[in-house]
């Protein structure tokens, strides 16, 4: 016969009915045995979790599957649960609250106790640097200090060039694919400057990078069909997450596929589709959702 121990602050707390105290006592129990196993441990949120699917809860306890799902989501609304969904996986519980009696020292520091999105942090634009490395609030003052006032009377005569026509036309492609990819596509200004960037200036690269883009977005499209708000997640205009870390990703991902392999293409599609994976795991974090 197996035991498992109902605390005496969870039946003094905002805990209702036998369900909530039986189903969160049970978390806790087997959030035990979680802090002793490293592989129950989060580096993305610095926290142990447990794996409870509803069936395993639901046959325990001999109550209905949608009993469970109902009590999940009061644990989730009191701050006592926070549900990681993966993509292709059991869902990650994470029991903000829980205090480890058997080891005291996994409560403090090093343990996160919030899940939340960092903040992006933005630059002062209106600081520059000028030329002897010294940071200044005038932008007017960014002249080399070092400039003496004998070379400042040094005038040189403007080399003229003639545009190279070809590098016009290429670059006017450029432009009209990366606006389209804006306008037409709703992608981040940010994240297309990123791949027009490292096309060096061939429209046919934009071109593939954009494509290798839709066709992973589409792949995990269909994967998560059957996850709601899925595709709300995988879309660039109702996830904003998008706009704060698609060109940072990007930029990660093609560097990446240039540096560790010659097949290129064959690494961005899968650290693409990765990307757009988790995506819809962060976008569907709070969703009591099992397909």
């Known amino acids: 016969m197996q035991f498992f121990k109902v605390k005496e602050s969870n039946l003094n707390s905002d805990l209702k009915g036998g369900n909530e105290i039986l189903i969160y006592s049970l978390l806790e129990d087997r959030m035990q045995a979680s802090t002793k196993n490293k592989d129950f441990f989060s580096k993305k949120f610095n926290d142990y979790y447990v794996i409870y699917t509803r069936d395993e809860l639901a046959?325990?306890?001999?109550?209905?599957?949608?009993?469970?799902?109902?009590?999940?989501?009061?644990?989730?609304?009191?701050?006592?649960?926070?549900?990681?969904?993966?993509?292709?996986?059991?869902?990650?519980?994470?029991?903000?609250?829980f205090e480890n009696e058997t080891n005291p020292e996994a409560n403090n520091g090093n343990v996160k106790r919030e899940i939340q999105r960092p903040e992006i942090g933005k630059p002062n634009s209106s600081r520059t640097l000028n030329s002897n490395k010294q940071i200044t609030d005038n932008t007017n003052d960014t002249c080399s200090r070092t400039n003496?006032?004998?070379?400042?009377?040094?005038?040189?005569?403007?080399?003229?060039?003639?545009?190279?026509?070809?590098?016009?036309?290429?670059?006017?492609?450029?432009?009209?694919?990366?606006?389209?990819?804006?306008?037409?596509?709703?992608?981040?200004?940010?994240?297309?400057?990123?791949?027009?960037?490292?096309s060096f200036g061939d429209p046919k690269k934009l071109y593939a990078y954009a494509g290798l883009l839709f066709k992973a977005k589409s792949a995990v499209s269909k994967q998560a069909k059957n996850i709601l708000n899925a595709q709300e997640a995988l879309s660039f205009e109702l996830n904003t997450a998008y706009q704060e870390t698609l060109d940072t990703d990007l930029k990660r991902i093609i560097v990446s596929a240039n540096k560790k392999t010659s097949q290129s293409d064959g690494y961005m599609m899968t650290s693409l589709m990765d990307m757009f994976q988790n995506k819809v795991n962060d976008y569907c974090i709070h969703d009591v959702v099992y397909q």
């Open 148 to 198: 003496s006032p004998k070379d400042s009377n040094i005038t040189q005569k403007p080399v003229v060039q003639k545009p190279d026509q070809n590098k016009v036309i290429k670059q006017a492609e450029l432009d009209v694919i990366a606006n389209s990819l804006v306008t037409k596509v709703h992608l981040p200004k940010q994240a297309v400057n990123i791949m027009k960037t490292f």
């Open 59 to 97: 046959m325990k306890l001999g109550v209905n599957v949608s009993t469970i799902t109902e009590v999940f989501k009061r644990l989730v609304k009191k701050g006592y649960l926070v549900m990681k969904h993966q993509f292709n996986g059991a869902t990650k519980l994470f029991l903000p609250k």
